[in-house]
């Protein structure tokens, strides 16, 4: 009898028990069992619940457990030991000086000599820019960005590692064994740590270099949150992880500003706290957290920065140039008709002719830039004698130009929606495309150019004032230019290739299949129950990503591939999920077939009145 031999043997793996007890407590009819079961399950739920990443203990003391689940333990956290310390030996044997780009240094160091933080340029934050101010002022050295950068990388990867491990308290009764449970999420881990684009984000200075551990800090918190609030009904840790996916939220958006969309998305389940009934003291400090996390993380900028017009017109401008060809189609329309438009005729034919042959030239000079749009958007923002610098010259006035801008961007929403909605939908191909372009195949990558880019960037005289004068920059100038000829190529193995092929042949296949699992999930009861906590979260994920592409998609291009590549986490996690969803659905049917047959074949009598089976 397996109830009564796990029961003899005094083991507490609660995986084994339940998964033995759910498929046969139906046929044996015991009450001493039964007892037994409902006095215990609770006990070894609330362990797995509240464990946290316990290792060897997550079950129960090493003294009760087999050698060969010893062994097995010791195997997988040597696993884990390992490739943590191979993915640090891949990050530190290459060189440590970062690769600046000048909208994010020029700010920290015009603060470190003396200067104020300037202008935050193109709509950045002051977030990121405060982060290398702080990492120069503690170190003073440069190679400290790429540093912490990288061990910001493998906390993420540890992350991963942990969210993953948390997602089988969402599963009452999982079947797939836990050993293949856990090796899945550390091959997850293993994939995101080894790849090369998370590796290349942590060498520059840009947002994306702590991305990943903010998008796995906010994931776990969010999913810690939701255990504690739903399943657990824990109060205090409930409003604990409540806050901090707030937080957590605020600050990937303001990092990266493509995010808020996604940040609204997480901040969905936290809000239905207030909605609760009860609880009032956790809805006035979850409320009171809210408030005080945006002002600490949104307020420092309208104080730091002062005079920021460039800032202040920055949205407008790219929103304009974005839809360049719609607004130019749009203008000829309305001097065609002599429509009545706020700006005078002659002027307005005179910026129609400019923006035509603004959008041509873009095209002309860079063809294979944002191949979707049929232009070139930079071109027309940041090019010296561009439409953006003219138009800036023209109004001098900088909220009439923002006035202009805006007016003709809900002039195109207004007139020509289903070609504003086609561009969307375009943008949004991009990403779901047949091979998900989130993971980049490349077998090698040159840094030797992106340091000869740094030093061409931070070349031109203004910006040769700011660094000149900061003593570490001049040091960190002279070993790029070295680095610029003798960086080495940063190499992807065949081992981490052919995984990342693989997902991303798979990533909108997995997509589709999660969602009509989790609608058979949700159809039926029983299903529900037990997988339906699991298929939400498995469609979280792919709306954590869905939705960041949605904003690209209206207020961008997703043809630029930092916007793709920077979504990596999240897609490695949601198609791991969709595995875990597949397996958790196979092997219920399976088990509920050999249940099916256990009790037609052994227990007729006693599904007739007969008399109980006894253990």
């Not at 934050?125 to 990288?150: A, E, N, S």
């Not at 996390?293 to 800032?311: K, M, T």
């Amino acid at each position: 009898m397996k109830v009564l031999e796990i029961v003899l043997a005094g083991t507490t793996n609660f995986d084994n028990l339940r998964r033995h007890s759910d498929g046969e407590c139906r046929t044996y009819q015991s009450s001493t069992a039964i007892r037994f079961l409902q006095r215990n399950c609770g006990k070894f739920q609330d362990q797995r619940m509240n464990s946290d990443f316990a290792g060897p203990n997550r079950f129960s003391r090493s003294s009760g457990w087999s050698p060969a689940a010893k062994v097995g333990e010791f195997a997988y956290w040597t696993a884990v030991a390992v490739i943590f310390a191979w993915a640090a030996w891949l990050r530190f044997r290459l060189p440590l000086e970062p690769i600046a780009v000048p909208d994010y240094l020029l700010p920290a160091l015009k603060k470190l000599i003396g200067d104020e933080f300037g202008d935050i340029a193109l709509g950045r934050t002051i977030i990121y820019p405060g982060f290398v101010y702080l990492v120069l002022r503690v170190f003073g050295d440069f190679r400290g960005i790429t540093v912490i950068q990288h061990l910001l990388g493998l906390v993420a990867g540890g992350v991963l590692l942990l969210t993953w491990r948390r997602i089988r308290d969402f599963i009452p009764s999982a079947h797939l064994p836990f050993p293949i449970y856990r090796c899945l999420g550390l091959i997850a881990a293993a994939i995101y740590i080894f790849s090369r684009e998370p590796l290349w984000f942590e060498m520059s200075i840009r947002p994306e270099g702590i991305c990943g551990f903010l998008i796995s800090i906010n994931l776990y918190f969010l999913l810690r949150f939701t255990a504690c609030c739903f399943l657990e009904s824990r109060r205090t840790a409930t409003v604990t992880y409540g806050i901090a996916t707030v937080f957590s939220s605020i600050l990937l958006a303001s990092v990266k500003p493509s995010f808020w969309l996604t940040a609204i998305v997480v901040l969905v389940p936290v809000a239905t706290l207030f909605f609760r009934r009860g609880w009032f003291r956790q809805k006035i400090l979850l409320g009171g957290a809210v408030a005080a996390s945006a002002a600490l993380l949104l307020l420092p900028e309208r104080f730091l920065i002062r005079n920021n017009d460039v800032n202040e017109c920055f949205l407008p401008t790219q929103l304009f140039v974005i839809h360049a060809n719609l607004i130019r189609d749009q203008m000829g329309d309305d001097l065609e008709r002599n429509a009545k438009v706020p700006y005078p005729r002659e002027w307005l034919g005179r910026v129609h002719a400019v923006l035509s042959a603004e959008i041509a030239k873009s095209f002309a000079a860079w063809p294979r830039h944002y191949r979707t749009l049929g232009f070139d958007p930079d071109y027309l923002m940041y090019t010296p004698a561009s439409i953006a610098v003219q138009l800036h010259k023209e109004f001098g006035n900088v909220s009439a130009l923002c006035a202009f801008y805006w007016y003709y961007y809900w002039r195109i929403w207004l007139h020509r929606p289903l070609l504003v909605a086609k561009k969307i939908m375009r943008q949004m191909s991009i990403f779901y495309a047949p091979k998900c372009p989130a993971y980049r195949l490349g077998n090698f990558l040159s840094l030797s150019e992106d340091y000869k880019r740094s030093v061409t960037s931070l070349g031109s005289e203004p910006y040769r004032k700011v660094w000149t004068a900061y003593p570490p920059a001049m040091n960190f100038m002279s070993r790029t230019e070295l680095l610029a000829r003798t960086a080495p190529l940063v190499e992807q193995p065949a081992y981490i290739r052919r995984p990342l092929g693989i997902l991303a042949a798979t990533y909108l296949p997995l997509l589709l299949i999660a969602l009509a699992l989790s609608v058979a999930v949700f159809s039926h009861e029983g299903t529900r129950r037990r997988l339906g906590w699991l298929a939400a979260i498995v469609l979280l994920a792919y709306v954590y990503s869905a939705a960041n592409c949605f904003e690209v998609a209206v207020v961008h291009s997703l043809d630029n591939p930092r916007y793709l590549t920077v979504q990596m986490f999240f897609a490695i996690l949601a198609q791991f999920l969709t595995t875990l969803l597949i397996f958790e659905v196979l092997l219920a049917k399976e088990a509920k077939t050999l249940n099916r047959a256990g009790i037609e074949g052994n227990c007729g009598p006693n599904l007739r009145g007969g008399p109980a089976w006894k253990l």
